[in-house]
């Protein structure tokens, strides 16, 4: 898990980055999460663009 801080950091040099925020997942569910792995699953799939 990273931080809104050291997010936005990597955020601004990171073209392709993206941020999810989640609520009450913790470490383990969050890798079980249908938001999460949809998300994941779109990122990867998506054609880079930087």
Do not use: C, K, Y
């Not at 997942?25 to 779109?42: K, S, Y």
């Amino acid at each position: 898990m990273v931080g809104f801080e050291e997010s936005d950091a990597i955020l601004a040099h990171v073209p392709t980055a993206r941020r999810l925020a989640t609520s009450g997942l913790g470490h383990r569910a969050v890798t079980r999460d249908a938001e999460v792995i949809a998300a994941a699953v779109r990122f990867i799939q998506a054609p880079e663009t930087a």
